[in-house]
């Protein structure tokens, strides 16, 4: 069946350090593939998503790209911000029904 | 302005009460969830609902009841409560519901505490 796997956290990078939270996917067919975030205290909201192979999803300045070829989707950010602390879930979407299978969150502190 | 909202925000509560959680969307979505997060953040779908048709029920206790009295509500009854049940639970909706890249926008979650 259709899952994800997600870099397990916590993880901890000073200010301006390069991020990187790694996702691989299992599916059938062709999902579409979403990063959302959690920021303390709130409810899901979408980050940035990729809906075919090659396509590279971007939002405040994280990166995704959708890589059929080793069925990943790592989300990367070249400078992170004490702001950016928060739970990020990489999610799939299947074939079928709207379901978004969802990876277990890997929660980022950013110290100053 | 609020896109998904829920009520209330915290519930806390005996085990064997009976207890609602309300949520309501003003986006004009057709298609509204359920889902739940337990204390380690993991997230699972409970319930679907399309314009008040229930499409997903995934293997929940059937203490838990969804119930749809129009698309833009999507009620979540839970009886005899256990203590298992403590979780974050959070209500989404989304356009259509049929295709798979669509975006789910969360309401801010419902925190139930069963003592």
């Known amino acids: 069946g259709d899952s994800v796997t997600q870099m397990e956290g916590p993880v901890t990078l000073s200010e301006e350090a390069f991020l990187t939270i790694n996702c691989t996917y299992t599916a059938t067919g062709y999902p579409s593939l979403f990063w959302y975030v959690q920021y303390p205290g709130e409810g899901l909201q979408l980050l940035l998503k990729a809906t075919k192979a090659d396509d590279k999803g971007s939002n405040k300045g994280f990166e995704a790209t959708y890589r059929k070829e080793t069925t990943s989707f790592h989300l990367e950010k070249g400078s992170v911000q004490v702001s950016d602390s928060a739970v990020y879930f990489c999610a799939l979407g299947g074939t079928g029904a709207n379901n978004l299978f969802f990876g277990t969150g890997t929660r980022l502190t950013v110290i100053p | 302005d609020t896109a998904v909202s829920q009520t209330p925000k915290y519930l806390v509560t005996q085990m064997g009460n009976d207890k609602s959680i309300k949520c309501e969307q003003n986006?004009?979505?057709?298609?509204m969830y359920w889902y739940k997060q337990d204390s380690k953040k993991f997230l699972k779908i409970m319930f679907s609902y399309n314009n008040k048709e229930l499409i997903i029920n995934e293997t929940v206790p059937n203490r838990f009841s969804p119930k749809s009295p129009d698309k833009a509500h999507l009620n979540l009854h839970i009886n005899s409560l256990e203590l298992g049940d403590s979780a974050v639970y959070f209500c989404?909706?989304?356009?259509?519901?049929?295709?798979?890249?669509?975006?789910?926008?969360f309401g801010p979650g419902t925190r139930l505490l069963v003592l």
């Open positions: 986006l004009g979505h057709d298609t």
């Open positions: 989404a909706s989304s356009q259509e519901g049929r295709a798979r890249w669509e975006t789910q926008y």
